[in-house]
Structure formats: structure tokens, C-alpha cells
T-cell receptor, first 115, second 113 residues
Framework: QQQVKQSPQSLIVQKGGISIINCAYE??????FPWYQQFPGKGPALLIA?????SEKKEGRFTISFNKSAKQFSLHIMDSQPGDSATYFC??????????????FGQGTILTVHP | ETGVTQTPRHLVMGMTNKKSLKCEQH?????MYWYKQSAKKPLELMFV???????ENNSVPSRFSPECPNSSHLFLHLHTLQPEDSALYLC????????????FGPGTRLTVT
């Protein structure tokens, strides 16, 4: 029930295309959904995050779409660039209980953007 | 130095060795974390420290021993490891205990032979 399932495992997109990564969760107590971006040789870095009271959040070319009833959320990267090539992790967290703020990560998606 | 730093960046050790990983954060945060990152697996939270006190041990084997002497420094002491412990060990910090927004170091790539 604590799992966050992420797909696809890898994704290849042409420059200028749209990259879409999907995540699903079971625990309805999750109430914060961040995405992290990790480049080779670096640690993950927070990219964008959403709370379940909104259905979409956009920051530049990055958009999170959230479907509370389906318990799914996704990351869309518009106009994908070679510099976006990285591993992307979705995560989920909750306010209450002993798991307060503890992040549960998805398995990661390796994105490759071809020039 | 800025952000979260980790040393060494790479470590090869035998199963009978004892070594330590070091993490330092320069962000003024008061919570620090150890994660294990293995290929094709989600990041696994190992330990959480809040104001130098351990608040989370995620069923980590005793061959991993954390130490947090102050809010800026975190160590992971390693002894009698197994080959399956080979992984990238990431340190993170956050401004509040067990925060959603964590700042990660570059990690230590550990290989156990």
C-alpha cells in the first residue's frame, strides 16, 4: 500500500517532442507528490511538486497532471531538449501518522532526448 | 562548498573491511537522511536524523551504523558488508524534519568485493 508504481522504465523522445511519465499510488493518505530529476553522477533534485487539491501544476516546460479519483499523476515535459535527458523519479508523501513527510519513490524513468 | 557534499565519491571495500561514508550539508538544515540507490529499484530510505537524534531506522542491517554528531554532519559506518550492499549511497538534508523537499548529495558509489 506504500508503493508508488512508475512507468515507463525508459523513454526515448526526439528533440521538441513531449515526454510523458506516469505514476500510480494506492495509499489515499498520500497528499504531496514531488518529482525529482537525477543526472548521471549527481543526486536527485526536486523538480516540481503538486498537492491533490489541484489537478495541474505548470513550471516552465514541466507540468504535473493529477487525477485524484484514479490515484494517478504524471509528468509532462513539453518541447523536450537533450539537456532534459536524465532519470526522473516520482514520489509521494503524507502529512499524518508515523510516516509524516517520508518520501516513497517510484522506480525511476530513464529519459533520453535525441537531438 | 555549497549544498550537500559526500566523501568519498567512490569506494571499493572487501567484505571484512571497515569504512565510513561522510556527508556534510551547508544549507543550515536540521534533518539529514541516508538512502540506498540500487539499479532498477526505488530509492530506499535507510535512516533519518532530526536535530542529531535518530528518528527513523528502516529495518537496516546492523552492519550499517549511522552517526550524526551535529546537524551539519552525517556518517555511515560500514563493516562486514555483503556484495549485495554494493550500491549508490545518497545523503540528503531538509529544512524541517522528514520534509517533502529534500536536497541530495552526489552520492558514494560503493562496491563490495
Amino acid at each position: 500500500q506504500q508503493q508508488v508504481k512508475q512507468s515507463p522504465q525508459s523513454l526515448i523522445v526526439q528533440k521538441g517532442g513531449i515526454s510523458i511519465i506516469n505514476c500510480a499510488y494506492e495509499n489515499t493518505a498520500f497528499d504531496y507528490f514531488p518529482w525529482y530529476q537525477q543526472f548521471p553522477g549527481k543526486g536527485p533534485a526536486l523538480l516540481i511538486a503538486i498537492r491533490p487539491d489541484v489537478s495541474e501544476k505548470k513550471e516552465g516546460r514541466f507540468t504535473i497532471s493529477f487525477n485524484k479519483s484514479a490515484k494517478q499523476f504524471s509528468l509532462h515535459i513539453m518541447d523536450s531538449q537533450p539537456g532534459d535527458s536524465a532519470t526522473y523519479f516520482c514520489a509521494a508523501s503524507m502529512h499524518g501518522g508515523t510516516s509524516y513527510g517520508k518520501l516513497t519513490f517510484g522506480q525511476g524513468t530513464i529519459l533520453t532526448v535525441h537531438p | 562548498e555549497t549544498g550537500v557534499t559526500q566523501t568519498p565519491r567512490h569506494l571499493v571495500m572487501g567484505m571484512t573491511n571497515k569504512k565510513s561514508l561522510k556527508c556534510e550539508q551547508h544549507l543550515g538544515h536540521n534533518a539529514m537522511y541516508w538512502y540506498k540507490q540500487s539499479a532498477k529499484k526505488p530509492l530506499e530510505l535507510m535512516f533519518v536524523y532530526n536535530f542529531k537524534e535518530q528518528t527513523e531506522n528502516n529495518s537496516v542491517p546492523s552492519r550499517f551504523s549511522p552517526e550524526c554528531p551535529n546537524s551539519s554532519h552525517l556518517f555511515l559506518h560500514l563493516h562486514t558488508l555483503q556484495p549485495e550492499d554494493s550500491a549508490l549511497y545518497l545523503c540528503a538534508s531538509s529544512p524541517v524534519p522528514i520534509s517533502y523537499e529534500q536536497y541530495f548529495g552526489p552520492g558514494t558509489r560503493l562496491t563490495v568485493t
